[in-house]
């Protein structure tokens, strides 16, 4: 009877320490899903910005593309 009980709490401790380890392991998974998150809005704010800023540039291209032809037309009146 002594070794089925020794046999049981030897069986049980193991058991405590893989719950242990799953715990542990639960824990990590946890904290690096936060920080993946976190990365991920930082990521969708940079990609916001990147967007902003490029939509800024095509502006500034057309206005300067339309500017060129204003200045083109100019010029083509004097050449005539």
Same mark, same amino acid.
């Given at each position: 009877?002594?070794?089925?009980?020794?046999?049981?709490?030897?069986?049980?401790?193991?058991? +405590?320490?893989?719950?242990? &380890?799953?715990?542990?392991?639960?824990?990590?998974?946890?904290?690096?899903?936060?920080?993946?998150?976190?990365?991920?809005?930082?990521?969708?704010?940079?990609?916001?910005?990147?967007?902003? @800023?490029? &939509?800024?540039?095509? @502006?500034?291209?057309?206005?300067?593309?339309?500017?060129? &032809?204003?200045?083109? +037309?100019?010029?083509?009146?004097?050449?005539?």
């Amino acid at each position: 009877m002594t070794e089925q009980i020794n046999g049981v709490s030897a069986k049980l401790s193991m058991m +405590e320490s893989s719950l242990q &380890q799953l715990s542990e392991t639960i824990q990590e998974t946890e904290h690096i899903s936060k920080e993946s998150g976190q990365q991920t809005q930082m990521v969708a704010a940079a990609a916001e910005q990147l967007l902003a @800023s490029m &939509q800024e540039i095509s @502006s500034s291209v057309q206005s300067l593309n339309s500017k060129a &032809q204003d200045l083109f +037309e100019t010029i083509e009146r004097f050449h005539l």
